[in-house]
């Protein structure tokens, strides 16, 4: 039938606390996608409002990842890249940077996908450990202990390394997270060239 709606107007805020004000004083009826609301922001209108606001999220179609350049040192040894993956605890920065609204993936593509819908093996979590294991000279969970009581067998540098490695990751994550967030909000870090148009 018909559609209910006579007039649809488009309307363009500067900030997310401009869009949240808009919707709460009810001068805003809808805000759609990824970008007019922060992570935090849309978790509190869905749990502490909702009452007022009906808070309703689609399927995933696209992953945010972080990229190794695996041609280039320290990264073009898959031990390292290893050893980064698994010292970065992905659970805890989704929750504080996307307040649980985002979930640590495993592949490439959305299982949404098609043809995506697989479990793949081996699984790239956080595990301190393992990350301390793939450091490790010969491998084993003893040299790690007798390391950690003064051993030289495993290099303090070498942990200092992928501390530091998984410090600069969580950055990088953080920075590739605001830079995406800015896009949605309509300010990109990079924006093309302006041409004249004839």
Known sequence: GKPGIETLTAVRYDTTEDVEAALKAGTLDMAMGIGPLTAKQVQVLKFQN???????????????????????????????????????????????EFAGLEQPITQLLPQSAPYCNVDLSPKWGFDLEKAKLLNCPDGSLSTIRAAEGGSSDLSSGAIAGIVIAAVAGVALIAMVARMIQGERQGKPLFSPAKSEMN
């Not at 009906?54 to 945010?64: G, K």
């Not at 990229?67 to 050893?83: C, H, L, Q, Y």
Request: aromatic share 6%; glycine share 2%.
């Open 50 to 96: 909702s009452d007022k606001f009906d808070v309703r999220h689609s399927d995933v179609i696209q992953h945010s990842l972080m990229v190794f350049n695996g041609n280039k040192a320290p990264m073009d040894d898959i031990s390292t890249r290893r050893a980064v993956i698994h010292a970065i605890d992905k659970a805890s920065f989704l929750e504080e």
